[in-house]
């Protein structure tokens, strides 16, 4: 069983930067890749990026890349989301999630556990 706490979330204006952080709890968090979706008001949950249990790949999707950057610290069980140059259309609650696998990262199926969630809203 793995829980999962994102924070980091907030109003923020157009062009600005955020981090998001995820953090997991359990002894066994460098077993797990994780991922981080979004979802926007009347809109499916999204794959935004993803890093592998080792951190030597990760996957973004096509809005997230050259903007955002995906990164872990497996001494603190936590993986982040450093968000740049961040656009109204980038304003959804983004949650994390973690699987055991490290293939379908793009793919909501693929994980087994989930956060709670973080608003982030940009305004332009």
């Known amino acids: 069983q793995v829980q999962l706490v994102e924070s980091g979330g907030g109003l923020v204006q157009a062009g600005g930067s955020l981090r998001l952080s995820c953090a997991a709890s359990?002894?066994?968090?460098?077993?797990?890749?994780m991922g981080w979706f979004r979802q926007a008001p009347g809109k499916e949950r999204e794959f935004v990026a993803a890093i592998t249990s080792s951190g030597g790949n990760t996957y973004y999707s096509d809005p997230a890349k050259g903007r955002f950057t995906v990164s872990r610290d497996s001494a603190n069980n936590t993986v982040y989301l450093q968000m740049y140059t961040l656009k109204p259309e980038d304003t959804a609650v983004y949650y994390c999630?973690?699987?055991?696998?490290?293939?379908?990262?793009?793919?909501?199926?693929?994980?087994?556990?989930w956060g709670q969630g973080t608003q982030v809203t940009v305004s332009s």
């Open positions: 359990g002894r066994t968090f460098t077993s797990y890749s």
């Open positions: 999630a973690a699987t055991p696998v490290i293939y379908g990262l793009r793919y909501r199926s693929t994980y087994h556990w």
